[in-house]
Every structure is written in C-alpha cells, then in structure tokens.
C-alpha cells in the first residue's frame, strides 16, 4: 500500500528554516505531481508550491523567494526548504500526491501532515 510519509516539522523562530521531506512507501508506477499544502487555524488550506514529473514548479505568492520545492525522483522523496519562515507561516503542512501505485489506477494521496510553528 503506497503512503506519504512527512517528517521535518517543529518550532522555529522568525527568521530561521526547516526543511520538510515527504516519502513515498511503496510500489509506484508513476508519479505525475507532488505538491505541499498549509493549513493554518481557523483558514482554509491552501497550495504552498508543487513540482511536476518534468520538474516545472509553482509557488504560492506568500512563500515565492523563500522556500523551495525539490524531489529526487530516484528515491520518490520531495522537500520543502523554507527560509526566512514567518510566524504566518505557522499551519500544518501537508504532502500531496497524484499518482499511480503498481497495480492501481492513478489517484491522489495524502501524508498525515506536520505541525510547522514560527514563533520567538
């Protein structure tokens, strides 16, 4: 069974960085885009950046010149290096993926998300 697994969350001041990686366990056929989404208290989620298979990319107003969205398609594991980090930036960040798993038609996964906090 294909899952996302994330890891790298925590507390952070203003100003500082982390690092979130989200991985793929299990057979994948293909993966077509993965992406990180943000969900803060009391607000919608929202898409923080996303890759494409080909390596195209896309960021959210918010975060563009701060964080980086990355994937090593060789161990199917994408990474989110957030820099500058602001105390808006405080949400649950989760991974996204669509994809197609050995045997299974293509489908959109979910990882459980990890709690990003900015604060002094």
């Known amino acids: 069974q294909v899952q996302l697994v994330e890891s790298g969350g925590g507390l952070v001041q203003p100003g500082g960085s982390l690092r979130l990686s989200c991985a793929v366990s299990g057979s994948v056929y293909m993966i077509y885009t993965m992406a990180w989404y943000r969900q803060a208290p009391g607000k919608q989620r929202e898409l923080v950046a996303q890759i494409t298979s080909g390596g195209s990319t896309n960021y959210a107003d918010s975060v563009l010149g701060r964080f980086t969205i990355s994937r090593d398609k060789s161990e199917n594991t994408m990474y989110l290096q957030m820099n500058s980090l602001k105390p808006e930036d405080t949400a649950v960040y989760s991974c996204?993926?669509?994809?197609?798993?050995?045997?299974?038609?293509?489908?959109?996964?979910w990882g459980q998300g990890t709690q990003v906090t900015v604060s002094a």
């Open positions: 996204y993926s669509d994809m197609r798993a050995t045997g299974q038609w293509r489908n959109t996964y």
